[in-house]
C-alpha cells in the first residue's frame, strides 16, 4: 500500500463521541486525502491537504474535520460521530496534487458508529 | 475485510475470456481517467490511466478505450484470471477543479474458474 498506514482499521463507537482516525505514510508525498467508501456511493472525498497546516474541503466535508501538523499525518476528527458516518474510510497520497499525479490508497479503517 | 458494495453491478467471466468492464464519466472537460481495482479487505490498487487527448491506451494485459463523444470509457482485460476477481472502478479528475478524483460506483468482476 505504498507506504501507507491507518490507524485504528477497525472502531465500533457510539452516536455522539468524537473519532479521530490517522493516517500515516513514509513516502513524503505533498498530497494526502481522506474519502469515504459506502455502497452504492463509491469513494468520495471528504477532506485535502496539500501541505503542512494547508487544507480544504471535499465533496462531503460536514461533520468531519481534518490536521497536518507534520508531512507523514493526516488526521481525520469526527467530532461527534452521527450514525451516517458508519463508513470504510480510505486514506490517499499523491506527489503532487497540482497536476495530475497518480493517487496511492491505504488499507481502510471501518468505522461503526452505533 | 471491508466491504465495497452489496448492490454493485456484476460481471460474470470465465477464466482465459477477456472482460470488457464499462463507464460512463459524467464531465466533458476532464482531464484525465483512471482505472482502479479494488480487492476484498483492500484500498484502490492503480491500474491504467489516459488522458483525455487519447483514444486508447495499453498497459500488461489491460487496455483502456476512451470514446468522448458518448463520455465512455472501458477496461478490457485480456486472458481474466482469478485474481482479477475485484470490484473495479473509473474516475476522472479535472486540473480546474484542483485534480481530484471523482468515482463512479463501481462494477464486480467475478472470474469463474
Known amino acids: 500500500d505504498a507506504g501507507i498506514t491507518q490507524s485504528p482499521r477497525h472502531k465500533v463507537t457510539e452516536t455522539g463521541t468524537p473519532v479521530t482516525l490517522r493516517c500515516h505514510q513514509t513516502?513524503?508525498?505533498?498530497?494526502m486525502y481522506w474519502y469515504r467508501q459506502d455502497p452504492g456511493h463509491g469513494l468520495r472525498l471528504i477532506h485535502y491537504?496539500?501541505?503542512?497546516?494547508?487544507?480544504d474541503k471535499g465533496e462531503v466535508s460536514d461533520g468531519y474535520s481534518v490536521s497536518r501538523s507534520k508531512t507523514e499525518d493526516f488526521l481525520l476528527t469526527l467530532e461527534s460521530a452521527t450514525s451516517s458516518q458508519t463508513s470504510v474510510y480510505f486514506c490517499a497520497i499523491s506527489e503532487d496534487g497540482g497536476r495530475y499525479n497518480e493517487q496511492f490508497f491505504g488499507p481502510g479503517t471501518r468505522l461503526t458508529v452505533l | 475485510g471491508e466491504s465495497v458494495g452489496l448492490h454493485l453491478p456484476t460481471l460474470s467471466v470465465q477464466e482465459g475470456d477477456n472482460s470488457i468492464i464499462n463507464c460512463a464519466y459524467s464531465n466533458s472537460a476532464s482531464d484525465y481517467f483512471i482505472w482502479y481495482k479494488q480487492e476484498s479487505g483492500k484500498g484502490p490498487q492503480f491500474i491504467i490511466d489516459i488522458r483525455s487527448n487519447m483514444d486508447k491506451r495499453q498497459g500488461q494485459r489491460v487496455t483502456v478505450l476512451l470514446n468522448k463523444t458518448v463520455k465512455h470509457l472501458s477496461l478490457q482485460i485480456a486472458a481474466t484470471q482469478p485474481g482479477d476477481s475485484a470490484v473495479y472502478f473509473c474516475a476522472e479528475t479535472l486540473k480546474a477543479a484542483g485534480n481530484k478524483l471523482t468515482f463512479g460506483g463501481g462494477t464486480r468482476v467475478l472470474v469463474k474458474p
Open positions: 513516502e513524503n508525498h505533498r498530497y
Open positions: 491537504s496539500y501541505g503542512v497546516k494547508d487544507t
